[in-house]
């Protein structure tokens, strides 16, 4: 497509491109390496090496795979027919997605189109501030987030995170943004609530949170924002008896719950919304990679009817509705691509594949860590899993970054990408993530776990 030497690609890249958490110092000596092609769950480099990913596009995006002509076929479609429009007169595509979407939640009803998966959590942010100023004058306005969980980029997305070393140094934050302890249960010891594992454990992590509502003054809390399964925090897969009881709480004190889907969207853990597989009923759902599998920018917004209600019950307010507007939500090619990708997560039977495959992925991990030491816990649901690496099993102590992103390394060495968390943070470096596309066999999976294995004995012995 593009006619230029890789090394004046390279070149230019370096003179001019500001690149997403890289330190340009250590860049610029580096020899980058350069995708340029995908086909499946396979993509190539410049140079022509291939590799199985096993992370969708570095940052678990690609459910459906790489190179899908019918989307790209769908999208080259919409675009020559009409492109853009902005407000609520153009948008074919995103009337027929919305509806395909509401059918995939039961109980669910509104779709807002944005860009990004910040932008949702944004949008859900400040439904909930307008909801407490029509409800209560203001008062609940508070918003509760977890420790370790992740929501975006912006400033208040990173009011609401929970990875401190991604907001330290932009503050000051959003006010109103009020924090509740994490549900890694490999990691109980360290909460101070005593020797306790499943559904006890699950219990007490939940009951933390109305700790944090009962201090904070229920009267002032308006919504729980959530990942269903916490995802760049470490792989972190809720416990036992967790969720009935969050759920509970939101009822009892009149909190609506926001469930972070930006990552478990779109069948990554084996239904089509991670919130799914735990019987929770939401109030709010957000969610974007997976959406359209990369192949066009676009994350939803998804509400009760009852939440749309409180924006349009009340027709002789001129601000009585929802006052925002996201320009390039008026594209089409985003929800063009997000029916495509829907049809081919049905049609291609990926949420079963997703449940088989991620079984055999967790059966292939387990045998992992029954042969080495050095992998301290195995976490996963569906094709989302992690391996929390230790030094030692007592203790927990997580291994030195290096040496994680050294499996990583040899991993890409062997033509297998995986991912590790990226916290810049001592003892949070330590899980390496899978999620491999959605159409990932069983050979491939084998691949996989043959390359951590053979990467772990290289790098650990
Ligand atoms: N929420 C979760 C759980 C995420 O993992 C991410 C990004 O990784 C976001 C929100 C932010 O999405 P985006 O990068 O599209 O703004």
């Known amino acids: 497509m593009y006619d230029n030497d890789l090394s004046d ?23 980058p390496r350069v995708i340029v092609e995908g086909k499946g769950i396979h993509v190539w480099d410049a140079t022509g090496k291939r590799y199985l990913d096993a992370v969708s596009g570095a940052v678990w995006t690609v459910n459906v795979g790489y190179g899908r002509e019918s989307i790209a076929d769908a999208v080259r479609d919409q675009l020559v027919k ?137 009267d002032t809390v308006g919504a729980l924002c959530l990942e269903p399964v916490t995802a760049g925090g470490g792989v972190i897969t809720p416990p036992e008896g967790y969720w009935p009881r969050v759920q509970e709480i939101c009822k009892k004190y009149d909190i609506l719950l926001h469930i972070d889907e930006v990552v478990c969207g779109l069948g990554r853990t084996g239904t089509w919304f991670g919130y799914q597989n735990y019987g929770i009923e939401p109030d709010m759902v957000t969610m974007a990679k997976g959406v359209a599998s990369g192949y066009a920018a676009i994350a939803c917004l ?25 320009t390039f939500g008026g594209c089409t090619a985003g929800p063009a691509a997000a029916l495509e990708n829907m049809r081919i997560i049905e049609e291609e039977g990926l949420l079963e594949n997703t449940l088989a495959m991620g079984a055999r992925l967790m059966e292939r991990l387990e045998e992992i860590k029954a042969r080495h030491e050095v992998v301290g816990d195995v976490r996963g649901k569906g094709l989302f899993c992690g391996l929390e690496l230790v030094t030692d099993r007592e203790t927990r102590a997580a291994v030195a970054e290096n040496d994680a992103q050294a499996v990583v390394a040899d991993c890409a060495a062997q033509g297998v990408m995986i991912g590790v968390t990226n916290r810049s943070l001592p003892g949070l470096n330590n899980t390496l993530c899978l999620s491999p596309a959605l159409i990932v066999t069983a050979g491939q999976i084998d691949e996989i776990a043959a390359a951590i294995d053979a990467a772990l004995t290289k790098v650990f012995g």
Request: charged residues 25%; hydrophobic residues 35%; proline residues 4%.
């Open 302 to 326: 998804v509400t009760t009817e009852e939440v749309f209600d409180m924006f349009k019950d009340d027709a002789s307010d001129p601000m009585g509705y929802f006052r925002d507007i996201s």
């Open 9 to 31: 690609i390279v070149a230019a890249d370096k003179r001019h491109v500001w690149h997403h958490l890289v330190q340009h110092k250590a860049f610029e000596s580096s020899d």
């Open 82 to 218: 009409l492109n853009y429009f902005a407000g609520a007169a153009g948008n074919i595509p995103g009337a027929l997605f919305a509806e395909k979407l509401i059918e995939k939640m039961p109980g669910m009803s509104r779709v807002y189109y944005n860009n990004s998966g910040s932008e949702a959590n944004e949008k859900a942010f400040k439904m909930v501030r307008q909801i407490a100023h029509k409800k209560s004058g203001g008062k609940k306005h508070k918003i509760l987030f977890r420790d370790r969980d992740y929501h975006g980029t912006t400033i208040t997305c990173l009011s609401a995170g929970g990875q401190p070393e991604r907001s330290a140094q932009y503050g000051p934050y959003t006010p109103g943004f009020v924090e509740v302890p994490h549900c890694l249960e490999y990691r109980a010891a360290d909460q101070g609530w005593g020797d306790l594992s499943g559904a006890e454990y699950g219990r007490r992590a939940a009951d933390a949170i109305e700790e944090v509502i009962l201090r904070e003054g229920p």
